[in-house]
């Protein structure tokens, strides 16, 4: 089963780790089982931040599970297990009647963004299942948007033609998640009735660097998605530097940390209480990736040596200790 995971032409010798990995998933397997059937998930909701008037507009929700002995699970740990063991649709569909029961406490104006797997989406019972969500928390269908990824459009045309047409009846939004990242062809952007673009974290990561060439990317989709009378949400937006960026660029909404990490449905609610006006508050400028290390080093100084500890290190410099009543603008070499 490894090599057939691993893809065509390859194959394993057996080893302990195998078996281990494998106990290991499935005792996740049945974890998560227990979690969903005796309240083990959670959502957690992030907001979603109008880029000109700088309110809140809405709330992605997002998938957590607190495990009992692991503690809180990364999605991309559990995710993949759900939607190999099929337990992506009960959960899914638990997430959905959990995000419209949370919005039913929250003002009219607000929305709530769902993912909807293309597992899911391939359901042709999907559409009972949210408009049953919608109606026993009596919200209005306009405040329930659907975030899709691209891959439902590997599927069979015609299913995900009707499909979407059968969700815009029902009145919900459709947002376009991680546009650009996978299988990108702008063909079925003719069809499909989306509200909204998302562009992904991975291209406002380092759009402000010097020579990055993201910040042409951003741009080119907002003037694809307002020539097709679309929003664009720019996720994952950290620093002021970002910030300014994207809206200089016209993306319609930010989502990230610069404004709010994901929130518990109290914590939420009583953000909501105190107005939806948001602040951004962040470093100006991302800092290189640093590496954490403890190591004794030597420093050389004009044909002196010195002893320090150097902390961590990153593209654009390094933490040293041992040293004192140094000049800035100090040359040194260091001796690992």
């Given at each position: 089963?490894?090599?057939?995971?691993?893809?065509?032409?390859?194959?394993?010798?057996?080893?302990?780790?195998?078996?281990?990995?494998?106990?290991?998933?499935?005792?996740?397997?049945?974890?998560?089982?227990?979690?969903?059937?005796?309240?083990?998930?959670?959502?957690?909701?992030?907001?979603?931040?109008?880029?000109?008037?700088?309110?809140?507009?809405?709330?992605?929700?997002?998938?957590?599970?607190?495990?009992?002995?692991?503690?809180?699970?990364?999605?991309?740990?559990?995710?993949?297990?759900?939607?190999?063991?099929?337990?992506?649709?009960?959960?899914?569909?638990?997430?959905?009647?959990?995000a419209c029961s949370d919005l039913a406490?929250?003002?009219?104006?607000?929305?709530?963004?769902?993912?909807?797997?293309?597992?899911?989406?391939?359901?042709?019972?999907?559409?009972?299942i949210i408009t049953n969500a919608l109606?026993?928390?009596?919200?209005?269908?306009?405040?329930?948007?659907?975030?899709?990824?691209?891959?439902?459009?590997?599927?069979?045309?015609?299913?995900?033609?009707?499909?979407?047409?059968?969700?815009?009846?029902?009145?919900?939004?459709?947002?376009?998640?991680?546009?650009?990242?996978?299988?990108?062809?702008?063909?079925?952007?003719?069809?499909?009735?989306?509200?909204?673009?998302?562009?992904?974290?991975?291209?406002?990561?380092?759009?402000?660097?010097?020579?990055?060439?993201?910040?042409?990317?951003?741009?080119?989709?907002?003037?694809?998605?307002?020539?097709?009378?679309?929003?664009?949400?720019?996720?994952?937006?950290?620093?002021?530097?970002?910030?300014?960026?994207?809206?200089?660029?016209?993306?319609?909404?930010?989502?990230?940390?610069?404004?709010?990490?994901?929130?518990?449905?109290?914590?939420?609610?009583?953000?909501?209480?105190?107005?939806?006006?948001?602040?951004?508050?962040?470093?100006?400028?991302?800092?290189?990736?640093?590496?954490?290390?403890?190591?004794?080093?030597?420093?050389?100084?004009?044909?002196?040596?010195?002893?320090?500890?150097?902390?961590?290190?990153?593209?654009?410099?390094?933490?040293?200790?041992?040293?004192?009543?140094?000049?800035?603008?100090?040359?040194?070499?260091?001796?690992?």
């Amino acid at each position: 089963y490894a090599a057939k995971d691993g893809g065509r032409g390859r194959h394993y010798f057996y080893a302990a780790d195998l078996h281990s990995d494998a106990e290991e998933r499935r005792q996740l397997e049945q974890d998560l089982r227990d979690a969903l059937t005796q309240g083990g998930l959670e959502l957690h909701y992030q907001p979603v931040i109008h880029t000109v008037t700088e309110r809140i507009t809405g709330f992605e929700a997002l998938l957590r599970w607190n495990h009992p002995t692991r503690g809180m699970l990364s999605p991309n740990k559990f995710i993949p297990i759900a939607e190999d063991s099929g337990l992506i649709a009960p959960i899914g569909e638990w997430a959905l009647r959990t995000a419209c029961s949370d919005l039913a406490h929250w003002p009219e104006s607000v929305r709530v963004a769902v993912n909807v797997s293309p597992l899911q989406f391939a359901n042709p019972a999907l559409p009972a299942i949210i408009t049953n969500a919608l109606a026993a928390a009596q919200i209005n269908p306009g405040r329930l948007e659907l975030e899709i990824t691209e891959s439902v459009f590997l599927t069979d045309d015609e299913g995900s033609d009707a499909m979407f047409t059968a969700l815009k009846r029902v009145g919900v939004r459709l947002s376009l998640d991680d546009f650009g990242t996978g299988y990108s062809a702008l063909g079925y952007l003719k069809k499909a009735p989306f509200d909204k673009i998302k562009i992904d974290q991975s291209f406002v990561r380092g759009a402000t660097i010097a020579g990055s060439k993201n910040g042409a990317i951003i741009a080119s989709i907002v003037s694809l998605a307002e020539a097709l009378g679309m929003e664009t949400t720019a996720e994952g937006v950290e620093t002021l530097d970002e910030l300014d960026l994207v809206r200089m660029l016209g993306c319609s909404h930010v989502q990230g940390f610069i404004y709010e990490k994901p929130l518990t449905f109290a914590d939420a609610s009583r953000r909501l209480e105190t107005g939806l006006t948001a602040i951004a508050m962040g470093p100006r400028a991302a800092r290189a990736v640093r590496h954490t290390m403890l190591r004794k080093v030597v420093l050389e100084n004009g044909g002196q040596h010195y002893h320090g500890t150097i902390r961590n290190v990153s593209a654009t410099g390094a933490m040293i200790e041992g040293l004192w009543n140094v000049p800035p603008g100090t040359i040194f070499t260091i001796l690992l």
